[in-house]
């Protein structure tokens, strides 16, 4: 054994050396700068929208996105329970509660008809519903064909937190593409990375104008600084802008590796009862995590079984999200839950995924499991 196994390790190596080599000797080391200039038009691009702005985290977009969309005091966002909880923050930010729904059970991501009969009940309860913030689990999208219309009839607009599923596509359509705006991330965990960071992306020109104004700390156009709004030390540095446009060059290297770790484990865990792989069916995934689920009458162990020996032989994996109506700091939040985030959280276990990982850490990962499913 030779050294500890990660979840999700940065893949980074002489191409992005050089980017950022090139970025720090060019002087142009600010929040401001031509490489991040091209970061937003190529992720643009990628994403197939009209317009993008960069931001230092996941989290600052998703804030952004919603201000720019209005959202405030006395309002509510619907959020998927099965999240990380930076979706749920940023809801609090701007003044707004979250109001948690449930997901399917097959892939984790929001359960549509539940949430079309929770925008029926906040109508009802004179509630205004500010936006539905649409998580795309672990490089998974939402069904977006069966979500956005029947937003769109309720008047509501759709966030799409993307920040797991660059590259991701539901119908051809990229990740990112959906609703009024969406957001990525490029945490150092994340499909690709600028070590820390994040991109707001849109077709609505307007709204992307907005979220820079704030991102900047809404100073106004002139040569003084003058501030008529409270504004946000958000934007992204163009160092790391550089390291991101060679890591976006990588893009699909990077998720062709990730899926081809997914059909192994896929094949390893086919011939166990009781265990499937979270949103299996979805082709278009960008497989930044692998789950299994776990049943563990059919299989005879638990997630926590596997997670303990993989721990034994320093394999890190994690269970799936805590569900946000399960956290105390949301214990008083509405919820509309069916129970299938809580059964995921209980026996769901994301295994190590990341591109990063050699052919030597592939084959000890999957020997690890072997042993354990044969000791079981």
């Given at each position: 054994m030779a050294g500890r196994i990660f979840l999700s390790s940065p893949d980074v190596g002489?191409?992005?050396?050089?980017?950022?080599?090139?970025?720090?000797r060019s002087g142009w080391v600010a929040p401001v700068g031509p490489d991040l200039d091209a970061f937003e038009r190529e992720v643009a691009a990628r994403a197939g929208v009209a317009a993008a702005v960069g931001v230092s985290s996941g989290t600052a977009a998703l804030h952004l996105a919603l201000l720019a969309l209005g959202v405030?005091?006395?309002?509510?966002?619907?959020v998927p329970t099965l999240t990380f909880a930076a979706s749920a923050n940023?809801?609090?930010?701007?003044?707004?509660?979250?109001?948690?729904?449930d997901c399917d059970p097959e892939t984790g991501n929001l359960d549509v008809p539940l949430l079309l009969d929770t925008l029926d009940r906040l109508g009802g309860q004179g509630r205004r519903v500010g936006a539905v913030m649409a998580v795309d689990l672990f490089g998974g999208c939402v069904d977006y064909t069966a979500l956005l219309p029947a937003c769109a009839a309720a008047g509501v607009p759709v966030v799409e937190d993307a920040a797991e599923a660059l590259g991701a596509i539901h119908h051809e359509r990229p990740a990112g593409s959906f609703g009024r705006v969406a957001a990525f991330s490029f945490n150092g965990n994340k499909i690709m990375t600028t070590s820390g960071g994040g991109m707001i992306v849109s077709d609505d020109?307007?709204?992307?104008?907005?979220?820079?104004?704030l991102a900047t700390q809404a100073r106004e156009p002139v040569p003084h600084y003058e501030h008529v709004e409270i504004g946000y030390n958000y934007r992204l540095s163009n160092l790391l802008a550089a390291l991101g446009r060679a890591q976006l060059s990588r893009l699909d290297a990077m998720i062709a590796r990730r899926r081809r770790l997914r059909e192994r484990y896929a094949k390893l865990f086919a011939p166990v009862p009781g265990v499937r792989l979270l949103n299996e069916a979805d082709t278009g995934s960008n497989c930044w995590l692998t789950t299994v689920v776990v049943d563990p009458e059919g299989a005879g162990w638990s997630a926590t079984d596997l997670s303990r020996w993989l721990a034994s032989v320093d394999i890190e994996t994690r269970p799936v999200w805590k569900p946000m109506h399960l956290q105390p700091v949301f214990a008083r939040a509405t919820r509309f839950v069916t129970g299938a985030a809580q059964h995921l959280f209980a026996h769901g276990l994301n295994l190590p995924s990341g591109s990063a990982l050699t052919d030597a850490?592939?084959?000890r990962v999957e020997g690890a499991v072997v042993r354990f499913l044969e000791n079981r």
């Amino acid at each position: 054994m030779a050294g500890r196994i990660f979840l999700s390790s940065p893949d980074v190596g002489t191409l992005e050396e050089s980017y950022l080599l090139d970025a720090l000797r060019s002087g142009w080391v600010a929040p401001v700068g031509p490489d991040l200039d091209a970061f937003e038009r190529e992720v643009a691009a990628r994403a197939g929208v009209a317009a993008a702005v960069g931001v230092s985290s996941g989290t600052a977009a998703l804030h952004l996105a919603l201000l720019a969309l209005g959202v405030g005091p006395g309002q509510v966002v619907v959020v998927p329970t099965l999240t990380f909880a930076a979706s749920a923050n940023a809801v609090v930010y701007t003044g707004a509660e979250p109001v948690f729904v449930d997901c399917d059970p097959e892939t984790g991501n929001l359960d549509v008809p539940l949430l079309l009969d929770t925008l029926d009940r906040l109508g009802g309860q004179g509630r205004r519903v500010g936006a539905v913030m649409a998580v795309d689990l672990f490089g998974g999208c939402v069904d977006y064909t069966a979500l956005l219309p029947a937003c769109a009839a309720a008047g509501v607009p759709v966030v799409e937190d993307a920040a797991e599923a660059l590259g991701a596509i539901h119908h051809e359509r990229p990740a990112g593409s959906f609703g009024r705006v969406a957001a990525f991330s490029f945490n150092g965990n994340k499909i690709m990375t600028t070590s820390g960071g994040g991109m707001i992306v849109s077709d609505d020109v307007g709204l992307i104008g907005r979220c820079r104004h704030l991102a900047t700390q809404a100073r106004e156009p002139v040569p003084h600084y003058e501030h008529v709004e409270i504004g946000y030390n958000y934007r992204l540095s163009n160092l790391l802008a550089a390291l991101g446009r060679a890591q976006l060059s990588r893009l699909d290297a990077m998720i062709a590796r990730r899926r081809r770790l997914r059909e192994r484990y896929a094949k390893l865990f086919a011939p166990v009862p009781g265990v499937r792989l979270l949103n299996e069916a979805d082709t278009g995934s960008n497989c930044w995590l692998t789950t299994v689920v776990v049943d563990p009458e059919g299989a005879g162990w638990s997630a926590t079984d596997l997670s303990r020996w993989l721990a034994s032989v320093d394999i890190e994996t994690r269970p799936v999200w805590k569900p946000m109506h399960l956290q105390p700091v949301f214990a008083r939040a509405t919820r509309f839950v069916t129970g299938a985030a809580q059964h995921l959280f209980a026996h769901g276990l994301n295994l190590p995924s990341g591109s990063a990982l050699t052919d030597a850490e592939v084959d000890r990962v999957e020997g690890a499991v072997v042993r354990f499913l044969e000791n079981r």
